[in-house]
């Protein structure tokens, strides 16, 4: 089909806000290219209570009301949960004031509404974009087949084609539930790996975060505040100068691919190694097979990417 016909891109976001998480949330929520179907949540960066509540308190900030949200997943499939409180803090989106919910939570499980979500729709509408482990993806892939072939496309931050930044050859979202990451890289459907290679690229520059002050709106400004939380513990924890923000990455692939740019390659996903747990293994001697459904976004153009968030803050607005 011809792409500036189609509609905007429909979406599950499942996430576990953290910071980048929550600037995800405002890019596909301020996005008019993006259709916001449901958010889920996963335990991850905090425990499930934790990023569920930030979920919703990002909510109120920007506004958002008719969207489903719904809890998921409290642990990994296979594996004691592991948590990332050195980088997002004890609530998971440390640094600014969270605002006490406003709406309520879908009754059902993550799992049941993903699954809702994409039989309700055309098969081939409803892009699935997870930006925590994986758990409830492969969940809802083992509990109900059918959606492989309906799905769109999965669109994820994790992994990287190069390095890791929870060990040295692995992603935290990957490596924290490893059995579930390699169920929806395997599963058969149109997979892009949105990892490091790209995000470690997208970087919150001091002239990035000016800019988004100057909107000087109530969600901008909870922005900056997540920043300057988020980049102070990149610098402690990491070493990095400037924040870099993962999982708008993702949402910004499927808003345009030109931003965030993806190449085919075989990738599967390591289970069982000593050294190397939940590392994602991209073959790239040569050109990907026919057939072959699994990219990794390799090329990140920054200056379109903070316009893609700045432009998004500037619709939502105000919204009080
Ligand atoms: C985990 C994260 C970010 C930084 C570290 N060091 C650990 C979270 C982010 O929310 C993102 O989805 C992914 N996991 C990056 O590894
Ligand atoms: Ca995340």
Redo the contacts with the bound molecule.
């Keep these: 089909m011809d792409e500036t016909l189609a509609g905007p891109e429909k979406i599950v976001l499942d996430c ?1 806000p ?1 910071h ?2 929550a600037i995800a949330l405002l890019l596909a929520h301020g996005s008019p290219r993006i259709e916001l179907l449901a958010v889920t949540t996963v335990a ?2 905090q425990t499930l209570p934790k990023v569920m509540r930030n979920a919703l308190s990002v909510a109120r900030i920007a506004g958002m009301t008719g969207v489903p949200f719904a809890a998921g997943a409290d642990r990994p499939l296979v594996r004691p949960i592991r948590l ?1 409180p050195s ?1 997002h803090g004890e609530s998971g989106l440390d640094g600014p004031q969270l605002p006490e919910p406003s709406i309520r939570l879908d009754p059902r499980h993550a799992v049941d509404l993903i699954i809702d979500i994409v039989l309700e729709h055309e098969p081939g509408s409803v892009t699935l974009v997870p ?2 482990a994986l758990t409830n993806i492969a969940l809802a892939a083992r509990m109900e087949p059918r959606i492989v072939d309906r799905v769109k496309r999965v669109v994820l ?2 992994g990287a084609v190069q390095g890791g ?2 060990s040295p050859v692995a ?3 990957i490596v924290i539930d490893p059995e579930a990451a390699a169920i929806v890289f395997e599963a058969g459907w149109d997979v892009t790996m949105v990892g490091l290679d790209v ?1 470690h690229q997208a970087l919150a520059t001091q002239e990035v975060v000016e800019r988004i002050r100057r909107i000087d709106t109530a969600p901008a400004r909870f922005v900056g505040e997540l920043l300057d939380f988020f980049g102070s513990t990149y610098r402690d924890a ?1 070493g990095f100068e400037h924040p870099p923000v ?2 708008p990455c993702a949402v910004a692939h499927v808003i345009d691919p030109g931003v965030v740019r993806a190449t085919r390659m075989p990738i599967v996903v390591e289970t069982a190694g000593v050294h190397t747990l939940g590392m994602t293994v991209a073959d790239r001697r040569r050109p990907a097979p026919v057939g072959c459904r699994t990219s990794a976004a390799l090329e990140l153009d920054h200056a379109r990417l903070w316009d893609l968030i700045v432009d998004a803050l500037e619709r939502i607005g105000d919204p009080g």
């Design positions: 576990d953290g980048d998480d991850g960066n990332a980088i930006t925590g931050m994790g930044n929870w992603e935290f979202n995000t990491q993962h999982d």
